[in-house]
């Protein structure tokens, strides 16, 4: 058997996130159909991590095993023919035996962006969440950088807890480690974004940290309270979730 590792794009406005479900269109289950049809066997489809609902990719990394001999470049070709213009595999290539997608992942890279035009193209749409109210962004800055480092972010964490994303050495904490943390200023664009790199993220981490920086923008949290967010391991504390469109999933390293 052959172990195949995808890098994947995809717009996730149509979808209900990465994971199969039984009655709702999901990146996975897209992928496996076209996979099979090409393979002509079954397929299981295993991702670095699972985006949420209306959440994009810009370079996923995916990897299924196959006793099929269709070379790596003609299996690319062959599956972008069959999913939609939504979904994209970049690049498909032969791993080793025992490379898993999510197991050896290091770290992962998101991105939020938040537009501050007054008026929102429809161009990016799908891709922003249009914010053109003022916020501080020096301020915003200062709260990203608190929580960089290795924390308990149960404060940050969505309803799901911790079946989300994890590490496989600790799957029933809520401790992650975030290498990076940080705000980033797109003045021609008005573009503010929040990127933030981490070796797992809990169920709506990433957007319940972009709405508490919302708040710290707003003036309505000090940058300070981010860390008493976190102390407290209180999600009632921390900002409201900041919706699904403006996040994308950059990148996973290795």
């Not at 479900?21 to 393979?39: D, G, H, N, W, Y």
């Not at 299996?75 to 023919?81: F, W, Y």
């Not at 970049?90 to 080793?96: G, R, T």
Request: charged letters at 25%; aromatic letters at 8%.
């Amino acid at each position: 058997m052959r172990n195949i590792r995808l890098t994947i794009a995809y717009d996730g406005t149509d979808f209900h996130g990465w994971q199969r479900q039984p009655k709702a269109p999901t990146i996975q289950s897209c992928l496996e159909a076209a996979l099979e049809r090409i393979v002509e066997h079954a397929v299981k489809v295993v991702a670095a991590g699972r985006t949420d609902a209306g959440v994009h990719a810009a370079k996923q990394v995916a990897n299924f095993k196959t006793s099929s001999r269709i070379p790596c470049l003609n299996l690319t070709k062959a599956v972008n023919d069959l999913l939609p213009p939504t979904v994209r595999v970049k690049e498909a290539q032969e791993a080793p035996q025992d490379f898993h997608a999510r197991y050896a992942a290091r770290s992962k890279t998101y991105r939020y962006r938040i537009l501050q035009a007054q008026v929102c193209s429809p161009f990016i749409a799908r891709f922003v969440y249009p914010y053109p109210y003022p916020l501080d962004r020096r301020r915003m800055a200062e709260a990203a950088r608190l929580i960089e480092g290795r924390h308990d972010f149960a404060s940050f964490a969505g309803s799901c807890g911790t079946n989300y994303d994890v590490p496989p050495e600790s799957p029933s904490s809520t401790v992650r480690e975030l290498l990076a943390s940080r705000t980033l200023w797109r003045a021609r664009a008005s573009i503010l974004a929040y990127e933030v790199r981490g070796n797992g993220f809990l169920h709506h981490m990433v957007r319940n940290i972009v709405g508490t920086l919302i708040e710290v923008g707003r003036s309505k949290l000090e940058p300070s309270d981010m860390v008493h967010i976190l102390e407290a391991r209180d999600r009632r504390l921390a900002g409201p979730t900041a919706p699904a469109l403006g996040l994308c999933l950059m990148g996973v390293e290795y």
